[in-house]
Nanobody, 124 residues
């Protein structure tokens, strides 16, 4: 499974960005995986942001992004999205998408596959 994250950039506080994560590979179908978004700010550990599991029809969010971020997917494009609204300077980080063969949405960095990350910078 190869994951390609994109959509990062520089935005002012209060603005919006939409990240995309395109999955590819032999037999790769995102509906087979739980997909997660994580982020890592300079000097900090990688942390869970949001996840979506098709198997159980659930989404899950970190408390810090609830009500501002929305995770979704487009099966026809084999792509997962992270819509980020009302961005804050503390959202600045490299954002990673990940795929997990487990059904539940785990918040730990124990996913099976990882993309390369995309930088999000929010200016104050």
């Amino acid at each position: 499974v190869q994951l390609q994250a994109s959509g990062g950039g520089l935005v002012q506080a209060g603005g919006s960005l939409r990240l995309s994560c395109a999955a590819s590979g032999s037999g790769c179908t995102i509906s087979r995986y739980t997909m997660g978004w994580f982020r890592q700010a300079p000097g900090k550990e990688r942390e869970f942001v949001a996840g979506i599991s098709w198997a159980i029809g659930e989404t899950r969010y970190a408390d810090s992004v609830k009500g501002r971020f929305t995770v979704s997917r487009d099966k026809s494009k084999n792509t997962v999205y992270l819509q980020m609204n009302s961005l804050k300077p503390e959202d600045t980080a490299v954002y990673y998408c990940a795929a997990d063969t487990r059904i539940a949405i785990f918040t730990t960095i124990t996913y099976d596959y990882w993309g390369q990350g995309t930088q999000v910078t929010v200016s104050s």
